[in-house]
């Protein structure tokens, strides 16, 4: 039964040491900022896989099958037989992508039991943190504190809705001050072993 991982939050709130902390566990392969199935997806089937396909190999030098990803039907399909190609894996995969935990219902319908871990983190220093790392311009930066908000927000609705062997939402805050009782609580959860 496919239990994929799908890890969000706003930028500069953890979700690169989450994904990376997952990718290190023997069973499970978790891309990062290559993907980005459920933020690049769109309604044409065949257009979004070559692009998908096209962008990875570009940017990270990964590939996939594409006449294998083609053959399938569903949406859920596409995105597990392209995941697991890409890794020539049978392990349990995970995605992290910054900015799309409006996509986590999606997500949690495709895979009824996927998981997601939803990072959230102090939107005082988030902005901090953003001021340094973006290029934006201006003051333009500010604008992270109303996607920390959003997605805090989302975490809350989130939490209500979701199970927890589902949905989680982890503080970074927490993460980084008690990592192995984090991990070990998440492993527990989701029933990875630790």
């Known amino acids: 039964m496919r239990r994929p991982i799908f890890i969000t939050g706003v930028p500069r709130s953890g979700t690169t040491l989450m994904a ?3 990718n290190n566990h023997p069973d499970i392969n978790c891309a990062y900022d290559s993907v980005n199935f459920m933020r690049f997806w769109h309604d044409d089937k065949h257009e979004s896989i070559q692009d998908t396909h096209d962008r990875i190999q ?21 995105y597990d037989t392209m995941m697991k190609s890409i890794f020539d894996s049978e392990k349990t ?7 799309c935990w409006n996509a986590v219902p999606e997500f949690l319908e495709m895979f009824p039991n996927g998981r997601v871990i939803h990072m959230i983190r102090d939107p005082r220093d988030v902005l901090a943190s953003w001021k340094k790392f973006t290029n934006a311009p201006g003051n333009d930066y500010l604008d992270i504190v109303f996607n920390c908000l959003g997605s805090m927000q989302r975490a809350k609705l989130y939490s209500k809705r979701y199970p927890i062997e589902n949905y989680m939402h982890v503080r ?9 009782e984090m991990v070990r609580g998440m492993c527990y959860l989701f ?4």
């Open 20 to 22: 990376q902390i997952i």
């Open 93 to 99: 995969w995970g995605e992290k992508t910054t900015m």
């Open 191 to 194: 029933d990875i072993e630790y």
């Open 58 to 78: 570009k940017r990270w030098g990964m590939s996939f099958d594409i006449e294998k990803v083609l053959e399938q039907k569903t949406k859920a399909d596409i």
């Open 172 to 180: 970074f805050e927490d993460l980084v001050r008690h990592p192995e």
